[in-house]
């Protein structure tokens, strides 16, 4: 079964002293597919990221990854940059962390950290100025201005991120995370705060990154038109646990989820029964 | 932008202010101890300077709350019209170069005035110091309280290395360098875990332990009373002295002791232009973005891939070695060093220097070295008020641009036009 998924979390647990954040929480995700991981506030859905990603050491379980050469790593021995720099995930956060005092361009190059890093020969070949740096600077530089276009970007390059619109600064972010060449990437709550127009601008990006890259992608979103169209595969968590999975339509009509959103929020609950139609 | 506050909170922080001060004074000031004539404590109060002081520090409130309304922090960045704005970018791009020539021109043009030229050479040696630390503090953000430790660690190795093994200071500079660069990386790898408030405490710990162990371990380091005879520079194995083999006699001019002043003088300059070229070419590799982006969100760093440790010890490496350099400037340059040299308050004032000139920008802390160390020599007629009057000075600067000389930040690469990010988007760091 592990052939196409290219993330298997098996029985997964996260405990902060007494509390159970995710408790027994077996899913996996699908190679160039859309996996989303929904649930009420407080669900559990960040601490998941979280262990994914290395910033927690998970209490228990296993999580796998799968790359498309076979090569399988267990992420929960990863720690810390490891998982970003040798597993090749990438997240974004759901309190947008860009690096406020620097251009757009400049965050990009920022995530483009490790690659510039050798071809600058750890420093040594770069502060002499070597053409095999230069030439690699080059490619960077091409690569981030190629995502800045992509999430129309291009006109603010030399911005400040700081100064950016909420929406902006929200694919401002995706950019970055992308320009890390990901196998895998990790999206919280990506069309936060973005209005109905941003929100289907998210949904034609993610749908990019998807059948042109072909970039597998694991999102927490709690808006359900998004979640909804452009979804493969859902995953429901609710207070740790997983209460329901299957596609958006086999979800939407789930009696659990509904009743799981109904407990935490009625308007929220009708979000859900209503989205994607 | 904040409302200003209004007349209550002004007279409330005062009020606030004036009540430390007459706990604080009420002991130290307002009663007075002595031993008597039989060795009994005999006391009596002064309650008249009591009240003047707290009645001082209380007006004193008053006055820098309604300072900081009138002059700063300056948020006319923001309300300046382009057309001045450019005339200040115009300003900024030519003061950079004009102050580089007018101080290679400095000892043509102050030749006979010694006083200036070691002036000048102090001024250097902080300059240099400066942006050493501005590595450190400006880009990657760690508030390092200790620096002097470094500077110390380069002294002392030149001036060990010379008197013992008589090895010239073009051998030993690099030397130097390297072994504090070595002492940073030691004493980076437990302390660099920690953030902020921590980081500053161990550091501050650190410089202080160098110097301890420099005055107790007496067979080495001469302990208190340090290390004399250090060998002076030569002009690359020609000496700079009166003997027939000396520079003078080479170039069959008269020999003056002056030679050896404006042979330091570009001595340091050469050091400290080296330190700021690597600086600036560094910000613009990889590991000088890693350094800035760390101060801006360390956690965002690990989610992108970057060693967080390791860019935090290559940047407390790099600013080691450059508090190296110039602390083997300083022994070769003093002939004597002793412990004396490389107190709390050294790593405070270069720490100062960075502040002021406004954290990561190199013009601003050329500047900023210039005004403190000028700035106090120039006082010096004031004698006992000397530090009052300077500690006032630094207060107005700091109301007026609590950000630095030069709060704002060049961008390390652009794609259509480079543009000064404001001061207050950019972030301090935390640690
Ligand atoms: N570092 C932590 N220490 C203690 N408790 C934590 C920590 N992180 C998360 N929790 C707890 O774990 C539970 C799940 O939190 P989590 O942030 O994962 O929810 P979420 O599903 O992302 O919710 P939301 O939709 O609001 O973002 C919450 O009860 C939270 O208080
Ligand atoms: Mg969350």
Redesign the pocket.
């Known amino acids: 079964m592990s052939g196409d998924k290219i993330l298997n979390v098996d029985r997964l647990a996260m405990r902060?002293?007494g509390?159970v954040?995710?408790q027994d929480l077996s899913f996996s995700a699908t190679r160039k597919q859309i996996t989303a991981l929904i649930?009420?506030?407080?669900?559990?859905?960040?601490?998941?990221?979280?262990c994914i990603t290395g910033f927690?050491k998970p209490s228990g379980g296993a999580i796998r990854l799968t790359h498309d050469d076979g090569r399988t790593i267990a992420l929960e021995r990863l720690n810390d940059f490891r998982i970003a720099k040798q597993a090749k995930v990438a997240r974004t956060f759901?309190n947008i962390r860009l690096f406020p005092g620097m251009t757009a361009l400049e965050n990009l190059m920022v995530a483009q950290h490790n690659a510039l890093m050798r071809a600058s020969g750890f420093t040594l070949l770069g502060l002499v100025g070597a053409p095999v740096y230069r030439e690699a600077e080059k490619r960077a530089i091409d690569l981030a201005t190629d995502w800045l276009k992509r999430v129309n970007l291009l006109d603010r390059a030399d911005d400040a991120a700081g100064n950016f619109a909420y929406g902006d600064q929200r694919r401002l972010e995706i950019a970055r995370a992308m320009c890390t060449e990901p196998a895998l990437l990790c999206l919280?709550?990506p069309a936060a705060g973005l209005n109905a127009r941003e929100s289907a601008a998210l949904s034609e990006l993610l749908l990019s990154i998807r059948d042109e890259l072909g970039t597998s992608i694991l999102l927490?979103e709690?808006d359900m038109s998004v979640v909804m169209e452009i979804s493969d595969h859902i995953v429901v968590?609710d207070h740790?646990v997983k209460i329901a999975e299957g596609t958006p339509r086999e979800v939407r009509d789930d009696p659990k989820v509904i009743a799981a959103y109904l407990g935490a929020d009625e308007e929220e609950a009708a979000a859900v029964m209503e989205g994607g139609s | 932008m904040k409302a200003k506050p209004g007349v209550p909170s002004i007279l409330k922080t005062a009020f606030v202010n004036a009540l430390i001060a007459l706990v604080l004074f009420s002991l130290m000031v307002g009663i007075r101890t002595e031993a008597g004539a039989s060795g009994q404590l005999t006391y009596w109060t002064r309650f008249g300077e009591l009240a003047s002081l707290v009645a001082a520090v209380f007006g004193g409130s008053i006055v820098i709350e309604l300072l900081r309304q009138w002059i700063g922090p300056s948020g006319a960045e923001k309300l300046v019209p382009p057309a001045v704005k450019s005339g200040m970018s115009f300003i900024g791009r030519y003061v950079a170069p004009a102050l580089l020539i007018f101080t290679l021109l400095v000892p043509v043009i102050f030749y006979n005035q010694r006083y200036i030229l070691d002036l000048a050479i102090l001024v250097l040696t902080y300059v240099m110091l400066g942006w050493g630390l501005n590595v450190v503090v400006g880009l990657a953000g760690l508030l390092d309280l200790g620096y002097v430790a470094f500077y110390a660690v380069g002294a002392y190795s030149y001036a060990l290395l010379a008197t013992n093994f008589g090895w010239s200071f073009w051998v030993c500079l690099p030397l130097a360098g390297i072994l504090a660069a070595f002492w940073g990386v030691l004493l980076g790898f437990p302390v660099l875990r920690l953030r902020g408030d921590y980081l500053a405490i161990v550091t501050l710990a650190f410089g202080e332990i160098i110097r301890l162990v420099i005055i107790n371990w007496q067979e080495l380091t001469g302990g208190p009373n340090g290390v004399s005879g250090i060998p002076r520079p030569s002009f690359f194995g020609i000496p700079l002295d009166n003997s027939d083999d000396g520079l003078a006699a080479w170039l069959h001019i008269e020999y003056s002791t002056t030679h050896r002043i404006v042979f330091l003088f570009y001595l340091i300059l050469a050091l400290a232009l080296l330190t700021n070229w690597a600086t600036i070419r560094l910000r613009r590799l990889p590991i000088g973005r890693a350094w800035e982006a760390l101060r801006e969100d360390e956690v965002a760093c690990r989610a992108l891939g970057i060693n967080t440790t390791t860019t935090k010890l290559t940047a407390f490496a790099t600013g080691a070695m450059f508090g190296g350099f110039a602390g083997a400037f300083f022994a070769t340059r003093q002939g004597f060093i002793s412990p004396e040299s490389f107190t709390f308050q050294e790593s405070a004032l270069v720490l100062a220097i960075v502040v002021l000139g406004g954290m990561g920008s190199q013009l601003g802390v050329a500047l900023a070295a210039l005004t403190m160390i000028g700035g106090f020599e120039l006082f010096r007629s004031l004698e006992t008020y000397r530090m009052l009057v300077f500690g006032m000075a630094m207060v107005l600067i700091m109301i007026w641009r609590p950000r630095g000389l030069i709060g704002h930040r060049a961008p390390t690469v652009y794609l259509t036009k480079a543009q000064a990010i404001s001061s207050d988007l950019v972030k301090e760091g935390h640690g």
Not at chain 1, 39 to 50: E, H, L, S
């Open positions: 902060f002293g509390i954040a995710v649930g009420p506030n407080g669900a559990g859905k960040t601490t998941v990221f979280n927690y759901q919280d709550e927490i709690h968590m740790g």
